[in-house]
């Protein structure tokens, strides 16, 4: 008899063992799957390999009309960054925040892929082929494995105090690190020691740092937040040059007077040119954007230089691709994707921010040649992103 149940606890024993063998995965991850009966398409297996997004493989997209038609089920991809923890959770409505971003997703894939008829310089590089300044805008917080490609005139100030807030990088004058990125001030929030950048990656690394930068990618969660490329401009140029900024009076304006404005001696600083009335306008700085010449001489600034240039986009997947003029429901939505929502708060907007409506007062004096060889020099950042081609501008 104690022969008999010694032989069935051992079969149950090597039974249960099977069991944990067989449904290992499953049970490793704490994965349940709800097999739902439909007539939709099975989902694709392969999911993104990083971020909380709906994987946009899961929608079924119709190309004409450009509307999106969610399957019945989803899936949501949950990844802490490091922390590589995936549950896939059943969802039966797609909310439109998350169908905004497929769609922004799909839209950059499409366009950056090698069948796509659109070509714009760079799109076919590989990413080993980026050099590493030109990596700069690329901020890595480690702690919550997360990278933020910053575009200036986006937002990017209070986004750089967001991710120093994050990475706990500077400490208030009491010693203690900034919870609040309002606190932080905004010339501090762009000194670039405060943040680890992929250009440092060499610096720092060495020849572990393009496959150190490969994991990463893959890894962490990437985001950037974009905006209308005519109106960037308009912003740049109001900032950096309707008002006395000495920095881009020396280094641009007074060159930009000079071959545009015809002034054969520009004033020595902006508070002299302002002085005497000599305002520096937004034809000049347009002919100074189209004129070959600046280019051959060094690349564009980064407050102007094409967002594509800043971020890429074809070599980088982005898992989160914010827009300034959704800026408050993109935010809340990263910080909820993020878990973030409760650790820190994003700034409000300002108010005396660059409107898109302004476009024809500030076109008014730019030939429509020009304006139609300007939307060629950033037809990518209109089309990567989803712009709408501003025909009134160009036809008028």
């Keep these: 008899m104690l022969k008999q149940l010694q032989f069935f606890l051992l079969l149950g024993t090597l039974f249960i063992i099977f069991f944990i063998i067989v449904h290992w995965d499953d049970v490793s ?6 097999h739902v009966a439909s007539s939709s398409p099975a989902l694709p297996t392969n999911m993104m390999s990083s971020g909380h997004w709906i994987s946009e493989d899961s929608f079924l997209w119709k190309e004409s009309s450009g509307s999106v038609k969610p399957n019945i089920t989803t ?13 896939p959770v059943m969802q039966s409505s797609p909310t439109h925040l998350e169908l905004r971003q497929a769609h922004r997703r799909h839209l950059i894939r499409q366009l950056c892929s090698a069948d796509s ?13 980026i050099p590493s300044k030109a990596l700069d805008h690329l901020i890595v917080d480690d702690h919550h494995g997360v990278i933020y490609c910053f575009v200036p005139k986006v937002a ?11 990475s706990q990088n500077l400490k208030a004058p009491d010693g203690a690190p900034y919870l609040d990125p309002l606190d932080i001030p905004s010339a501090l929030s762009h000194n670039a020691t405060l943040h680890l950048t992929f250009n440092k990656f060499w610096r720092l690394f060495g020849r572990f740092s393009r496959p150190l930068m490969h994991n990463k990618l893959k890894n962490y969660t990437k985001f950037l937040f974009v905006r209308d490329p005519f109106v960037r401009l308009i912003s740049a140029f109001r900032n950096k040059f309707a008002l006395p900024n ?16 015809n002034i054969s001696k520009p004033p020595d600083s902006a508070q002299e040119a302002f002085a005497a009335g000599i305002r520096l306008s937004f034809t000049h700085f347009i002919k100074y954007l189209l004129d070959p010449k600046t ?13 594509y240039r800043l971020c890429h986009p074809c070599q980088i997947e982005y898992d989160f691709v914010g827009k300034l003029e959704t800026l408050d ?6 910080l909820k994707i993020l878990g973030l929502e409760n650790q820190v708060r994003f700034p409000p907007g300002y108010r005396n921010k660059t409107a898109a409506n302004w476009e024809r007062d500030w076109f008014r004096n730019i030939s429509v ?9 950033y037809e990518a950042d209109f089309r990567l992103f989803g712009y709408d081609k501003p025909e009134t501008l160009l036809d008028e």
């Design 246 to 261: 000495e920095d881009f009076y020396r280094q641009f304006g007074s060159v930009m007077l000079h071959h545009y404005a």
């Design 295 to 307: 280019e051959e001489e060094k690349p564009f600034n980064e407050h102007w230089q094409q967002m």
């Design 75 to 87: 899936y949501l991809k949950h990844d802490q960054g490091p922390h590589n923890l995936t549950k």
């Design 329 to 334: 429901e993109d935010t809340d939505h990263l």
């Design 156 to 166: 990017c100030t209070n986004w750089k105090r967001v991710m120093i807030v994050l």
């Design 29 to 34: 991850d704490g994965t349940f799957y709800l």
């Design 117 to 129: 008829s659109f070509s714009f310089p760079g799109k076919l590089k590989t990413f080993d082929q």
């Design 369 to 377: 040649a020009d304006r139609r060889e300007l939307y060629n020099l």
